[in-house]
């Protein structure tokens, strides 16, 4: 079955770090891949996709590139802020069809300081 | 402009009892989608619904849990003699369509059950 592993957290940063946080993932075929956000207090929110190989999602200075050579899908951001803290899931849909079916990662905190 | 609106935000409920969590999908959504979230664990879909219509129940447990999303009114996942192993998150997402790839799920807050 289909299956998404991301980095463990809590993450802390400080302000203008660099942030990496990982993702691969197991399906068949040619899933779509999403990164989600959850800021404190609220739903999860749509942060970027990527619907075939080799795509770039980005969105607020996020980015990820989805690689099928090593099913992966990690988030960068350059410089990160403390407005950014939240939990991060990364998710996938399978190919085929059930686009509402996604498989989530178990989400990562980071908190960043000023 | 309000996204998919959960309630209550936090539900306590004793061992036996039943529980009964709402969602109303955002203005001009007509899918909706129910999913778990475990302690430790990701969103685990549930139940993805229509007004009046079950679509696709492949992960909801076979026994206690039921979803409707009536005509009038908000959808509502009713879980029956709850558990401990109840205690979780449930979100709610929904959309226009069904294409989640081409449009977007968008959230609810979820609603936190505690079962004691």
């Known amino acids: 079955g289909n299956s998404v592993t991301q980095m463990e957290g809590p993450v802390t940063l400080s302000e203008e770090a660099f942030l990496t946080i990982n993702c691969t993932y197991t399906a068949t075929g040619y899933p779509s891949l999403f990164w989600y956000v959850q800021y404190p207090g609220e739903g999860l929110q749509l942060l970027l996709k990527?619907?075939?190989?080799?795509d770039k999602g980005s969105n607020k200075g996020f980015e990820a590139t989805y690689r099928k050579e090593t099913t992966s899908f990690h988030l960068e951001k350059g410089s990160v802020q403390v407005s950014d803290s939240a939990v991060y899931f990364c998710a996938l849909s399978s190919s085929g069809g059930s686009n509402y079916k996604l498989t989530f990662g178990k989400g990562t905190l980071l908190t960043v300081n000023p | 402009n309000a996204g998919v609106m959960q309630n209550p935000r936090h539900l306590v409920r004793r061992r036996g009892q039943e529980a009964r969590l709402r969602c109303s999908p955002m203005?001009?959504?007509?899918?909706v989608y129910w999913y778990r979230q475990l302690p430790e664990e990701g969103l685990k879909f549930m139940v993805y619904?229509?007004?009046?219509?079950?679509?696709?129940e492949s992960g909801m447990p076979k026994e206690r849990f039921s979803a409707e999303f009536p005509k009038e009114g908000p959808s509502i996942l009713r879980i029956q003699q709850v558990v401990r192993g109840d205690s979780a998150a449930y979100f709610c997402a929904s959309s226009p369509t069904m294409e989640g790839a081409n449009s977007p799920l968008h959230f609810g807050n979820g609603t936190r059950l505690t079962v004691t």
């Open positions: 619904l229509q007004k009046e219509n079950i679509i696709d």
């Open positions: 203005k001009g959504h007509s899918h």
């Open positions: 990527a619907t075939k190989a080799d």
